[in-house]
């Protein structure tokens, strides 16, 4: 039989951390990952934890319920889940300290999922790939109550119609890989409730989605939790879900909680100049860059220097083969844009909506299916990057360069910081050794890190850093055109304005043209003159940054920014959700 909890009083706490410390021990010693953190959760309830990477969220997180990787291991403190009174524990209230029990013990193992339930930010490493949806959530319902197969399959499908997965007839006997990024999510979302947990801890949960998908993804929760009275641990470093979800709000650093309170009273009033500095850090990108506006009254933008000419790309297609042809998958549709001279364009979309795919074919890293793009060189001479082969785009290539999303997957680590800067320069052949020497130490000064940096490798860089050798790199042979593909979302929010303010500078310096691509609009206001919307292979709209974004004319447009959160929690509810539907469209 299905069990329910009755609902705490409010206010109840339900979870309560009392100088928790986790340590991870190293050649050099212990290194203290969670340091002496106190927080409770109350019932109904959402706090939020926020912080830059590093700062210990997710141990903290996961020292709760004794998950921690080794070497890690919690050293000190309590966490203590008070049980009040529900249908499950027959009446009777009692706390237990989680710390206390066995990792590995059974008595652990009965509270993971059914009182304390956790969602991991990337659902795809966190389902099997190798059984289906449906027979997971079930063995999470059968591992806590005394079901048969029959009744966990029927409580799994209402799990899924719950959570508002499409169709869960027949999605209940897929796999992992069948689903999107959303339903995935959604996936483990019935499996954290399947058990009517009391307290939920969401670490990370919307970082890898689509700012539509996330918007749906925190509606859910939130539904469920009206609901339940279930008390929600969320962390998350975007302060715009903080305002539009938390009651209460904890910010860490370097392990530490430095300050806590109530949503409106820290956006309003922080104390500690971090959270003064993350919400300054946040609040900048709101707007429009004011060195980028000033730049504009004094360079302004030139003619076009890159235009795509309704380009097209289809991967997979084949010739018939016994009557058959496969068609492919058309990954851009007749795409049309242009780059002017000292212009930054946004290409902005969701996940699949074509954006890199665009930007490779336009540096010719693609072959293109069909369609042109116009490139004009520094001596005013067109030519269709298209149509040239490998051996003539040796110049095209060295005048529109790419900074990649990703700061640890795109340097090599076995190659010291001046070899990586170093190798388009070898590759060029215009420089001798100890020319090649002093232009990496120009560059590296470029953007703003030590000439000792040269001899270093990158594993001992931050993401910050690492981005800024991806710049370094990318300006080497003195490019014309720059190609950033999503090279802020990996990092940090105090990050991403230091490093658009770099491209800035670097622009100013340079004379350099941009296209950012992006799923983040702040990112795109702060940075960008014009904005392009892709939405499964088209651009469906184009426009000055700031028109599109405070008057968007197609409906998929006013989809996309009407599901951003905004870092205001006195906004909070008063944003009306637009759901964009292609049926909708063509009728």
Known sequence: MKQTAMKPDAETTVLELKNLTTEFITKKGAFRAVDDVSLELHAGK???????????????????????????????????????????????????????????????RNLRGRDIAMIFQEPMSSLSPVHRIGDQVGEAIRLHEAVSK??????????LRKV??????????????????????????????????????????????????????????????????????????????????????????FGKVVETGDVYEIFENPQHHYTQRL??????????????????????????????????????????????????????????????????????????????????????????????????????????????????????WRDIRTVFQDPFSSLNPRMTIGQIIA???????????????????????????????????????SGGQRQRVSIARAIAPNPRIIIADEATSALDVSLRTQILDLLLDLQERLDLSFILISHDIAVIRYFCDRIAVMYRGQIVETGDTETVCQNPQHAYTQS?????????????????RVRYSESSQRT
């Not at 029959?150 to 209402?158: D, F, S």
């Not at 007839?169 to 959303?182: L, M, N, R, V, Y």
Request: aromatic letters at 4%; a negative charge.
């Open 560 to 576: 996309l920014l009407s599901a951003v959160p905004v870092a205001d929690p006195r906004v909070r509810g008063q944003k009306q």
């Open 150 to 159: 029959k009744e966990a399959r029927e409580r799994t499908l209402e799990l």
């Open 164 to 253: 508002e997965i499409p169709d869960p007839g027949k999605a209940i006997d897929q796999f992992p890989f069948e689903f999107s990024g959303g339903m995935r999510q959604r996936a483990m979302i019935a499996m954290a409730l399947s058990c009517n947990p009391t307290v939920l801890i969401a670490d990370e949960p919307t970082t890898a989605l689509d700012v539509t998908i996330q918007a749906e993804i925190l509606d859910l929760i939130r539904s469920i939790q009206d609901e339940s009275d279930m008390a929600v641990m969320f962390i998350t470093h975007d302060m715009g879900v903080v305002a539009e979800i938390a009651d209460e709000i904890a910010v860490m650093r």
């Open 423 to 461: 190798e388009p320069l070898i590759v060029e052949g215009k420089l001798t050794g100890p020319q090649i020497r002093d232009r990496v130490h120009e560059l590296l000064e470029l953007v703003g890190l030590p000439v000792t940096a040269y001899m270093r490798y990158p594993h001992a860089f």
């Open 46 to 108: 959402t706090l939020c934890v926020v912080g830059e990477s590093g700062s210990g969220k997710s141990v903290m997180s996961r020292s709760i319920l004794q998950i921690v990787d080794p070497p890690g291991q919690v050293t000190g403190g309590e966490a203590l889940l008070h049980r009040h009174r529900t249908a499950r524990t027959g009446g009777f209230e009692e706390t237990i300290d989680l710390l206390q029990l066995d990792p590995k013990s059974k008595a652990i």
């Open 279 to 396: 919400l300054n850090s946040v609040r900048e990108l709101d707007h429009p860059s004011e060195r980028r506006l000033a730049m504009r009254e004094t360079r302004p933008v030139g003619a076009p220097i890159l235009v795509s000419d309704k380009v097209s790309k289809v991967f997979g297609a084949s010739k018939k083969w016994w009557g058959k042809e496969n068609r492919g998958l058309t990954a851009v549709n007749e795409a049309k844009l242009e780059l002017r001279k000292g212009e930054n364009l946004g290409i902005v979309g969701e996940s699949g909506s074509g954006k890199t795919t665009l930007g490779r074919c336009l540096q010719r890293v693609h072959e293109v299916t069909d369609g042109r793009i116009l490139y004009t060189n520094d001596t005013g001479q067109e030519r269709d990057l298209a149509s040239l082969t490998e051996d003539q785009l040796a110049q095209p």
